[in-house]
Each structure stands twice: as structure tokens, then as C-alpha cells.
């Protein structure tokens, strides 16, 4: 399974190229012209931008980088192992500071009486 910025950058430049196939299509069979603004227009600039931003996110930069992961599932899973290890340490650290804490109350406790 890829990364989801993988996955994200090439429905990105797959939708740009489909826009780009469709206009190419509306001006090889006459139903759109150059020459007038129109519907085509739109669709070119949402095409140019679509591909712009699938192929910066497929470099690692564009305001799109922060917003999907390129770890990969080995990374992913390492990461949240380690995760895991530390909030067990930390449960464990924890758990070790109660104890203490009330061996010294039960201490203090046995003190006063």
C-alpha cells in the first residue's frame, strides 16, 4: 500500500491530465473555441492546477506536503511501536511513584499512631 501522498499526488495528476484529455476533445470536435471565454478556460486552469499541486506534492513540497503522509507502512508501524514502548514507560514510571507514595503515607500513617 502506497503512502497517502503518493496516492493523493497521482489522483491529482490523473485529474489533470483527464481535464486535459477532455478539453483537447472539446477542441478537436468544434464544441468549444479559443477565442472566446468559456467553460474551457475554467477547466484548463483547474487542470494546470491540479497537476501543479500533484506534482509538488509528489516532490515532497506545496501546500499540500504538511496536510498528507509520505511514511511509509514500516515507518508508520515503527513509529507507533515506539509510541507504545514510551507510554508504557511512562505508565510504569508512574506506577512506581504511587507505590512509593503509599509506602510513604502508610509510613507516616503508622507514625502518628
Same mark, same amino acid.
Given at each position: 500500500?502506497?503512502?497517502?501522498?503518493?496516492?493523493?499526488?497521482?489522483?491529482?495528476?490523473?485529474?489533470?491530465?483527464?481535464?486535459? @484529455?477532455?478539453? #483537447?476533445?472539446? $477542441?478537436? =470536435?468544434?464544441?468549444?473555441? %479559443?477565442? *472566446?471565454?468559456?467553460?474551457?478556460?475554467?477547466?484548463?486552469?483547474?487542470?494546470?492546477?491540479? @497537476?501543479?499541486? #500533484?506534482?509538488? $506534492?509528489? =516532490?515532497?513540497?506545496?501546500? %499540500?506536503? *504538511?496536510?498528507?503522509?509520505?511514511?511509509?507502512?514500516?515507518?508508520?508501524?515503527?513509529?507507533?511501536?515506539?509510541?507504545?514502548?514510551?507510554?508504557?514507560?511512562?505508565?510504569?514510571?508512574?506506577?512506581?511513584?504511587?507505590?512509593?507514595?503509599?509506602?510513604?503515607?502508610?509510613?507516616?500513617?503508622?507514625?502518628?499512631?
Amino acid at each position: 500500500m502506497h503512502p497517502p501522498a503518493v496516492a493523493v499526488s497521482r489522483l491529482l495528476i490523473g485529474s489533470g491530465f483527464g481535464l486535459l @484529455l477532455g478539453i #483537447g476533445f472539446a $477542441l478537436q =470536435n468544434t464544441r468549444a473555441s %479559443l477565442t *472566446s471565454i468559456n467553460a474551457l478556460h475554467g477547466f484548463a486552469i483547474v487542470a494546470i492546477i491540479c @497537476l501543479t499541486l #500533484g506534482w509538488q $506534492l509528489s =516532490n515532497g513540497k506545496g501546500p %499540500l506536503a *504538511s496536510q498528507f503522509s509520505t511514511e511509509t507502512d514500516e515507518a508508520m508501524a515503527a513509529r507507533v511501536r515506539e509510541d507504545i514502548e514510551d507510554v508504557k514507560r511512562s505508565s510504569d514510571v508512574n506506577n512506581a511513584w504511587a507505590e512509593l507514595e503509599a509506602k510513604v503515607l502508610t509510613n507516616e500513617l503508622s507514625e502518628e499512631e
